[in-house]
């Protein structure tokens, strides 16, 4: 009784195993003979090298050098621990550091494992000849290098490694884990033009996850070139000039937007390791071109004079007293020279930076009307230029006030923001952009910095008219010219001999230290073909400093041939 009730449990036992085997052979078996096949296939992928950087004319900003990484072939060592000690002694390094990156880079036994990135020539190739270091390797990579270094790193940016985070975001669109990845400048914005298309190789493995052939070869196609519109002579000087200081220094054709020279300092040098500079002064990776905001200062009063002629609250000869300051409710506001400038018009108190003419106008406009102005000359707006997180800074109103700081608006704010002062907060590039609508007839252009994709043409520079009136330009371009070439102009060092430049400083009071200095301006005055904008940061007054920097900027483009 007992036998034949096991034969049946046998028979049943066995019954199930027969339709297990069916089920995975028949029904699961097209599945099954996939996932095998997968199993013992591999693809170890070859990085595309990526596109080069280079300047108007040729130079070349971003490229590659050779550098030796020491890797391991796993399947190809005999003594891990032997040989990592050996490697360690050899190099010398220490033997921890090699062991962590063996641990965090290996991947596949047929995989090298890189251990130690960028050793010298000399070194690599004694290690290559040495016979008792099996199944180590030298692996020749192309490392991104910058020739300029700090010079170029804001505009051009940095590559590193992908992040989990942007992996995940990322993923949908090729790229896998430890990818080059841009992060900042160009080499973020423009990643992927010059990433190019990988290649890679197509090994068998056996159920060991040990090579046994090569199935296939499809070498990585090189990213796309980019040309830039910098001049790199021109933005070579002008980070010599800004060395030791915090500022900005753009260059702009007005009348196309092609940036020629884009500098923000301090800088830093992107073939370094970059954790050096990462408690340095002065905030070195903020590109104060694009995302610094600051009070404009007297600059702003650019605005205030073509707003002012255009509305036709004055005109050019009207003319207002400055005693040296102006009472305004309870308060005193004061104007720049002690005892005043006296009886001004307008292209006298743009030559003269008179705060009083336009603590005057700014009140007969009214801040509502200040700020359309502002915003019609591109304040509270990104510019558009293809550089990443840029800075709209911020035009303030009697609404914005009321909601945000639950405060009424008083005519002393109307006062204050008719100088570039009080609560509106302005980019270098914007300033630059306002420079150039007088320096155009009134066209505010589109900054750009990108001239060419591989052999394609990029077309930037796009404008649009403000509408300004040409009596209106003519006379904000007659004050700015007798800025720079008026014997008592407050932009008059930044006159150079043989040049038509006409300009305006600012000095932009910031509460507890010196003033921040700005000059702008352009050349030649009639059909301008450089617009330029200084800053430096608590530089004292912009007719000083400002506009020292400025001429010699200016002196360098003639030199050049660019003016």
Known sequence: MRIRSLEKILSGLFFLLILGLLYLQVIEGKRYRIQSQENIIRLIPIPAP????SDRNGVVLADHRLT?????VPQETENLTSLIEKISKAVPVDREKVIREYSRNFSTPFTP????????????IALA???DLQGLVVVVTPRRHYPYGAATAHVLGI???ISSRELERLRPYGYRIKDLLGEGGIEESFDNYLRGEDGGTQLKVNNRGYKVATLGYRPAKKGNDLTLTLDIRLQNFIYSLLEGKQGVVCVMDPATGEILALVSSPSFDPNEDLSSFLSAEGRPFLNRATQGVYPPGSTFKVVIASMALEEGNIHPESSFSCPGFLKIGKGSFQCWKEGGHGEQHLVEALRHSCNVFFYRVGLLSGPDRIAEYARLFGFGEKSGIELPHESAGFVP???WKRIAKREGWYDGDTANFAIGQGYLAVTPLQLLRMASVIATDGKLVDPHIVKQIGPHEVKGGRSHSLSLSEKTLSVVR???TEVVNAPDGTGRYAAVEGLEIAGKTGTAQVPGKNSHAWFVGFSPIQNARASLVVLVEHGGMGGLVAAQIAASVFQKMKELELL
Do not use: N, S, Y
């Open 113 to 124: 494992v890189k251990v130690l990135e960028d050793v010298a020539k000399e070194t690599a």
């Open 478 to 480: 007659e004050g700015m």
């Open 397 to 399: 109103t009697p609404l």
């Open 50 to 53: 990526r596109g080069d950087i």
């Open 68 to 72: 030796f990484d020491v890797g391991i």
């Open 129 to 131: 000849e040495r016979r």
């Open 159 to 161: 590559v590193g490694e």
